[in-house]
């Protein structure tokens, strides 16, 4: 069940019910380790023109470098979402294969704390960035980030560009779900990740 640290559920999950599974792992097998939560139809990750939510929390053991944290993207077709060394803000970047947009947060990231982040397109012109539930940055863009490339954790582009030194626990993916400001608020606060971070 635990094979590759990830959880995948092939039908959408309640947010009581994800709490209820998180809960469950944690007091049945006392889960320390990351594991990525996918909640996806036919458990296909690749994004097509729709829309899709990715959060998830992390700590990095030193900042001032740039780091991935998830991608789905090949070259400058898809997007990533990566602490920027030069700012040490989180972006949420997507492209064609010919235009880039990056929308960048607002926080800046320490070494050493846990923060949570949420990036969201609602499948049309919407994309949002977020680190600990607050709002961040949005943007409109009618650049087309579908593709079928692969997925990557802890690295970008390639998966082998950028890596991240640090942490990942309790990523989700939400193929088709542009999750409200209410839900992120949930996740953020009902402590999601609460193996590794603190439950607020």
């Known amino acids: 069940m635990f094979a590759g640290r990830t959880l995948t559920f ?14 469950y792992l944690a007091q049945k097998y006392g889960i320390t380790i990351p594991y990525v939560f996918v909640q996806s139809p036919n458990q296909n990750l690749h994004t097509d ?19 991935g944290l ?37 926080t800046t990231i320490s070494a050493g704390t846990w923060y949570y982040f949420v990036a969201r397109h609602d499948g049309a012109s919407s994309f949002k960035i977020s680190v600990n539930g607050t709002s961040g940055g949005s943007t409109t863009s009618a650049i087309d980030s579908s593709n079928s490339d692969l997925f990557f954790f802890g690295t970008t582009d390639d998966g082998t560009s950028n890596k991240l030194t640090g942490s990942l626990s309790s990523i989700g993916y939400y193929k088709g779900s542009n999750l409200s400001d209410a839900e992120v608020g949930l996740h953020y606060n009902s402590g999601a990740g609460r193996e590794c971070c603190p439950v607020k």
């Open 70 to 106: 998830v991608a789905n993207r090949s070259g400058n077709n898809g997007w990533k979402v990566y602490l920027n060394g030069g700012t040490n803000k989180l972006n949420f970047e997507w492209g064609d294969g010919t235009t880039n947009v990056v929308l960048a947060d607002t």
């Open 10 to 23: 092939s039908t959408a999950l309640s947010e009581a019910n994800r709490q209820n599974v998180e809960g």
């Open 49 to 67: 023109n729709r829309a899709f939510t990715v959060d998830g929390w992390f700590k990095v053991t030193s900042a001032g470098t740039t780091q």
